[in-house]
């Protein structure tokens, strides 16, 4: 009987453990989730002189989330009605409705339980899901770079590739790094490296990448990404430098 007691007990510990790793798991998915939006959602923003730090708060007013609307639909987008200076929640519930309404209808994107109150109320699960699918829609530029126009337009049609290089140049550049292309740009790893710690300057020590290191540095840069953003280690550090 004892036995089993203690069986019992050590599947129960078990379980409770199981629980807790997915716990964790899940908590870390959250985290690089709000991280990588962030990034994104700025990389339009900046252009206006904006940005988000705390999606559940940023977005209340609706006015952020309008301007990252309108830059990244680009084409001269201005969405109509909006109180820039609410003075209360119902102004910027309002605020907010408008820009569900264009989200669902000039960007066709469906939103599954996601209303004004919702985003008013910091509902961080509703807000990521309604920015996911905004991610996804076909109709925005899927990049914000400062190369682009205030008003969110850009230079001809760039292939997803160039704007992809031109977001990548404009994060790399604060330190001292150009990247030219695809194919050799990130060799010595350094590019990688000042990626990684742009988005989360805490996940990597940027001071200890070196270009006579690079099998290191790529190392160190996907295994950060890998840890902070769960990105998934798709090439090695010897197939980056060929």
Not at 72 to 77: E, L
Not at 87 to 109: P, R, T, Y
Not at 139 to 154: F, N, R, V, Y
Request: glycine fraction near 8%; aromatic fraction near 10%; charge should be negative.
């Amino acid at each position: 009987m004892v036995e089993l007691f203690k069986m019992a007990d050590e599947r129960a510990a078990e379980a409770e453990e199981k629980r807790a790793r997915q716990k964790e798991k899940e908590e870390k998915w959250v985290d690089s989730q709000i991280i990588g939006f962030t990034a994104w959602i700025n990389s339009f923003l900046n252009r206006r002189k904006l940005n988000v730090e705390n999606l559940q708060e940023d977005f209340k007013d609706g006015i952020k989330l309008v301007n990252f609307l309108e830059l990244a639909a680009g084409h001269d987008t201005v969405l109509g009605g909006i109180d820039y200076k609410p003075k209360g929640k119902i102004q910027m519930i309002q605020n907010l409705s408008i820009a569900l309404k264009f989200i669902q209808e000039d960007l066709e994107v469906r939103l599954l339980g996601i209303n004004p109150g919702t985003v008013y109320e910091g509902n961080l699960k509703m807000i990521l899901g309604m920015v996911w699918s905004i991610f996804r829609s076909p109709k925005i530029t899927q990049l914000g770079s400062a190369e682009d126009g205030e008003d969110g337009s850009k230079a001809g049609k760039a292939s997803f590739e160039t704007q992809l290089l031109a977001w990548v140049r404009e994060r790399v550049a604060p330190y001292g790094i150009e990247v030219n292309d695809f194919k050799k740009g990130f060799n010595n790893g350094m590019a990688f490296g000042a990626l990684v710690h742009s988005i989360d300057g805490e996940c990597v020590k940027f001071e200890d990448f070196s270009e006579d290191k690079p099998a290191d540095n790529l190392n160190t840069a996907f295994d950060a990404a890998v840890d902070s953003f769960q990105v998934g280690k798709f090439i090695s550090s010897y197939s980056a430098t060929l």
